[in-house]
């Protein structure tokens, strides 16, 4: 059995150099996402990201930047795997679609659908932020017997 490709998609309805700064931007990215990061997605830099409100953290190499098409990393959460950021302009805004690839371990399975899931929410939580400015904190939420005590 070959291991499960994640896929996610969404339209946002703002403009494609807006999306993908939201992306790269650190400052745009944790209103949706993680909590800290170590700098903006540069290629070939090692960015640090952290969720706090987890108290975990993980490495990205970024491995490519096409500035307003398309960001890969490689992250080794929860084990090395690729990501893939594609943007392309739509009619009603920029379609983001999200391939997550390279999953392997024990249950690659339980492993994609978690992914899935993930790849989700913060593509629903990149569209509130950018289209209406609502931080819905979905990332910290989706969990939230797991998190930090006093995180907010």
């Known amino acids: 059995m ?5 896929k996610a998609q969404m339209l946002i309805r703002r403009p494609v150099a807006v999306v993908f700064n939201a992306f790269v931007d650190p400052a745009v990215t944790t209103k949706f ?7 903006k997605l540069e290629a070939g830099r090692r960015i640090r990201w952290n969720w706090e ?13 096409e500035p307003d098409t398309r960001i890969v990393f490689e992250w080794s959460f929860p084990k090395s795997n690729l990501v893939e950021l594609r943007l392309s302009q739509h009619a009603k805004g920029t379609f983001v ?19 899935t899931s993930g790849w989700n929410i913060v593509l629903c939580a990149a569209k509130a932020w950018l289209e209406h400015g609502i931080e819905l904190k979905a990332v910290a939420d989706k969990a939230p017997n797991h998190n930090v005590e006093g995180w907010d």
């Not at 999953?103 to 339980?110: K, M, N, P, T």
């Open 97 to 115: 679609e999200v391939t997550n690839s390279g999953l392997r371990g024990d249950d690659v399975v339980a492993e994609a659908m978690d992914l």
């Open 33 to 39: 996402w993680f909590s800290r990061s170590s700098g």
């Open 53 to 65: 409100m987890y108290s975990v953290g993980d490495d990205i190499d970024v491995k490519t930047i």
């Open 2 to 6: 070959s291991a499960p490709i994640v």
